[in-house]
């Protein structure tokens, strides 16, 4: 048995030890993750899905805005990715070549992406995953001033806005 204490000191209080301090850890950036497809599609960020799109441009006659045989072959394979990837939300963009004035072509760029958008309503794809826009003749894909290059202007281009 221990001995009590009878002096007048008080004793030495004793703190019983306790767990010692946390280690510090290094901040780790925590990365996504994100679903691996074999096309490796779903892994890539918008910016670079833009620039390497599975979905191709539709081009026009002169003055139409009608879709051609092979306009709608283009937007039916557009459909179908649209269809594997469901999360996805495009813009349809309406372009023209130079000629003509700007009201005129900011018009027919407009009837150019909608009637892309019916075609791939048409096709199943739902409304609400496709916006349009006309930038009439003020992005030309290729700023030549010749008949090759005003075909390549005459143009509706699609933009994934979400994936």
């Known amino acids: 048995m221990p001995t009590p204490n009878l002096t007048s000191e008080t004793p030495e209080s ?3 030890a306790g767990p010692p301090p946390p280690a510090r850890v290094e901040d780790t950036p925590v990365r996504e993750s994100e679903v691996i497809t074999e096309d490796g599609i779903s892994t890539r960020d918008l910016e ?3 620039r390497n799109s599975p979905l191709q441009p539709v081009f026009y006659g002169l003055d139409s805005s009608e879709l051609d045989e092979t306009g709608r072959a283009i937007v039916t394979s557009n459909a179908q990715v649209l269809k594997k990837y ?3 939300a495009i813009t349809v963009e309406g372009h023209c070549d130079e000629r003509g004035t700007a009201e005129y072509n900011l018009a027919l760029g407009e009837l150019r992406a909608i009637a892309v958008k019916n075609y791939l309503v048409s096709l199943g794809i739902a409304p609400a995953r496709i916006l349009t826009v006309s930038y009439g003749k003020e992005f030309p894909f290729d700023s030549g001033h010749h008949d090759a290059a005003w075909a390549k202007n005459r143009r509706a281009h699609f933009v994934i806005t979400s994936k």
């Open 86 to 88: 469901p999360g996805w």
């Open 48 to 50: 670079d899905l833009n």
């Open 14 to 16: 004793v703190t019983p």
